[in-house]
Every structure is written in structure tokens, then in C-alpha cells.
């Protein structure tokens, strides 16, 4: 396509057409793969691009201001994720519906609350050997950590069918997201939203899986001898059976992009 449009067609005929374009990538969305899809959102930027350009010849002051309060909103398509704490039994786990466009540098954010993190620790996403995490926050001889602030999920994931987010320093705590489906754009969902869930994430200085899955066994047993002990330095309970599917959207619905 050229650069600039030929003629002198009016701002409403040019925005008829960006219209048409938009219902076109949506419907393309349905049809198409992961990695088909993003490269039809690719040319479909770049025809606006042109379109938007070309018109600037031909148009008016006024048609250009009213032109430039309208916005072409590209769909977005909807991620229904999966996300289970691996090596967690019973199974920690959410399903959170997240928009596209969301930066993975805001998804860290998001799955914080959803699993009940207190973001007090380093991060990581690895994608397909992909790694985004914090700049700054490099491990010596590992590949450098690519910004998650300037990547979106969309754009990140492509055709992956699920992937993995680490957080706390040492071991860690590794959360498998798997991309359940692919879901129609969804005006009402600027953020994420979760959907169902259960039990409760460890608590937050834990020192790992293996820590964790004996820290459960000796608050099951009053009889232990550190049972009394390990349950003071958490205020005197923990339920590992607890989701407050209501309080998670509560706090989802404060984060913006």
C-alpha cells in the first residue's frame, strides 16, 4: 500500500474505511492462529499509518480536528490463562482472564494478587527461552533479562501454549500459565479479572516447595513438636484451603496499565 492516499476523499470515507479495517482484523482473530493473527495486526497498523497520513493532505482544519478525536480502536483479543504454583498439593491455582495489550511488566503485577504475593521479591517470565524480568536485575551467566516493561502478553506469547513466571530470590517459586484459550475482544476488560481459584499461596518468605509442603504437614499435626512455633510466626494460623475469589478482583480492579 502507498504511503499516502491518492485523491481527495473525505475524513468521513477515510474513517469508514479504518472502521472496516478494525471489524476486518477482528474477524481475522477468529479465523486465524496466534503468529497469523499478529502479523495481520502488523499490516493492519501500518495501513492506518498510511491512511492517516494520506489524509492529512487532503483535509480540511476543521475535518482534521474532528478527525483527530476520533479513535480507531484495534480489538484486543482476551487470554484465559491458567496459573498453577508448581509442585503445590493441594494445587495452588487460578484462571484470570487478561487483556492482551497488558504489559508483562503489569501481568507480574497482577498475578501478585491473584496468587496472594506481596511483590516483595525479583521476577521473572520465561516464554519459549524468552527471559523478561526488572532491568537491572541481571543474575551473573545468565542471558540478560529483556525489559517486561516493553512487551505485551499478546505480543510475547504468540503461539505458546503456556509458559512460566518465577518470583523470590534463591529457589524461587515457579508458576506455570497455561494459555487455555484465545477469547473475543472485551471493551469491559481494561486489566485482568480472575475466575475461579483455590488454596491459599505460601506465606511469603517461605523457602520453597520442598519447605513449604513440610511447613504444611506440621501445622496438619498438633502434635508436632514445632507446631505451636511454626504457627506463632504466622500470627497464630494459616488456612492453606482459603480463596477469596471477591477480594482478589477487589484489589485486580486497582491496577493500570
Known sequence: MHATLRGTESASAIWVRLRVLACVIDI?????????????????????????????????????????????????PVYQLHVALVGSTPLVWRRLLVAGSLRLATLHRVLQPAMGWNNAHPYEFDLGGGRYGESGLDVPDRPRL??????????????????????GSGAGWQHRLQVEAILSPDAGLRGARCVDGANACPPENSEGIEHYLEFLQIIANPGHAQHLQVLATLGGRFDPAHFDLDEVNRLLARIRD
Open 146 to 167: 529483556k525489559h517486561a516493561a516493553r512487551v505485551t502478553l499478546e505480543s510475547a506469547v504468540g503461539e505458546l501454549e503456556w509458559f512460566d513466571y518465577f518470583y
Open 28 to 76: 481475522g482473530r477468529l479465523q486465524l492462529g496466534g503468529c497469523k493473527y499478529a502479523a495481520m495486526q502488523s499490516v493492519a497498523h501500518r495501513c492506518i499509518l498510511a491512511l492517516q497520513t494520506g489524509s492529512q493532505d487532503t483535509m480540511s482544519k476543521a475535518k482534521k480536528k474532528k478527525a483527530a478525536q476520533q479513535v480507531v480502536q484495534v480489538p484486543v
